[in-house]
Nanobody, 124 residues
Framework: QVQLVESGGGLVQAGGSLRLSCAAS????????MGWFRQVPGKEREFVAA????????YGPDPVKDRFTISRDNAKNTVSLQMNSLKPEDTAVYSC?????????????????WGQGTQVTVSS
């Protein structure tokens, strides 16, 4: 079993930055891909970014790609999401997810483990 715990969410002013972190524990698959998703209640979960074991990354829509950066620290079993130039429309619950292998995918169904999520609220 793999447990994922997110941290770093909170309230931030538009134009500001936040850095989210996800710590993995338990029976992890070390050489696997990890990603970030976000979701607003009543709306479909949206892919944000994913990163492979070797650091290859993919992103969601261009506005996200230009402002967000995903990274990982394999030695610490963590993945982070640096979010800059935040906008009110970025407000959502951000969840960390992990695959059992190293393939990069944008679909939520391709991920095997999920964290509880952390709330990000961007004020105008």
């Amino acid at each position: 079993q793999v447990q994922l715990v997110e941290s770093g969410g909170g309230l931030v002013q538009a134009g500001g930055s936040l850095r989210l972190s996800c710590a993995a524990s338990g029976r992890t698959f070390s050489r696997n891909a990890m990603g970030w998703f976000r979701q607003v209640p009543g709306k479909e979960r949206e892919f944000v970014a994913a990163i492979s074991w070797t650091g290859v990354s993919i992103y969601g829509p261009d506005p996200v790609k230009d402002r967000f950066t995903i990274s990982r620290d394999n030695a610490k079993n963590t993945v982070s999401l640096q979010m800059n130039s935040l906008k009110p429309e970025d407000t959502a619950v951000y969840s960390c997810a992990a695959r059992r292998d190293n393939g990069l995918f944008r679909g939520a169904g391709n991920y095997d483990y999920w964290g509880q999520g952390t709330q990000v609220t961007v004020s105008s």
